[in-house]
């Protein structure tokens, strides 16, 4: 009876590893191979049109696919000129965007800033942040980290057959791991 006792802790001990370190796994099963995604291409779905929050053009660069969840990036063509975010958090991403071209203006928390090409800004998660497009043409990239369900996020709002309404978008942004906490970010 004791040397069954022994052998069943000694399994539980070999298996601890496997159990605590779950990531261990999905980097083992990540493939080695690099690809490029070119100037002007998104990874799976072309160009992203979005309605609703803006008209911006979006182009998954890094999918969650690609990282098994660990990451994603995109590159955004900002065509609203006045327009962003409602102020909302991220439970569980952080968010890192850097400025191609032209202008943008951030609050994170109660700070806020004006970004132009070349500035970053970092969004830690569980804090409520908002942008709106400063210029007539502003690019910029978005790199999230988990990647989370923000790609999801823009495959419905570029599927809507209509201009969503406020509530239609709050819930959007819920379905996805997000939750809407203030109006957009007027500009000063």
């Not at 991403?93 to 800033?113: H, L, N, P, R, T």
């Not at 495959?155 to 209509?162: F, K, R, S, V």
């Not at 239609?168 to 997000?178: R, S």
Request: no cysteine; hydrophobic share 40%; proline share 5%.
């Amino acid at each position: 009876m004791k040397r069954k006792g022994f052998f069943a802790a000694l399994l539980s001990i070999t298996a601890l590893p496997f159990l605590v370190f779950p990531s261990n796994e999905r980097t083992i099963q990540r493939k080695a191979k690099g690809f490029k995604i070119s100037a002007g291409e998104g990874r799976f779905h072309g160009h992203i049109k979005l309605k609703g929050v803006n008209s911006n053009i979006l182009d998954v660069k890094i999918s969650g696919k690609d990282t098994q969840g660990d990451l994603a990036i995109f590159e955004q063509t900002s065509l609203s000129p006045g327009r962003g975010t409602p102020l909302h958090v991220h439970h569980s991403q952080d968010e890192i965007f850097y400025v191609i071209e032209g202008a943008y203006f951030f609050k994170v928390g109660e700070e806020k800033f004006h970004l132009v090409a070349g500035d970053s800004i970092f969004l830690p998660r569980k804090v409520p942040h908002a942008w709106t497009q400063e210029s007539v043409v502003s690019r910029m990239t978005v790199t999230l980290q988990p990647a989370g369900k923000l790609e999801d996020f823009f495959i419905t709002m570029a599927g809507m057959d209509h201009e969503p309404t406020s509530k239609e978008i709050e819930q959007i942004f819920a379905d996805n791991g997000m939750k809407v906490v203030g109006p957009p970010l007027k500009l000063e």
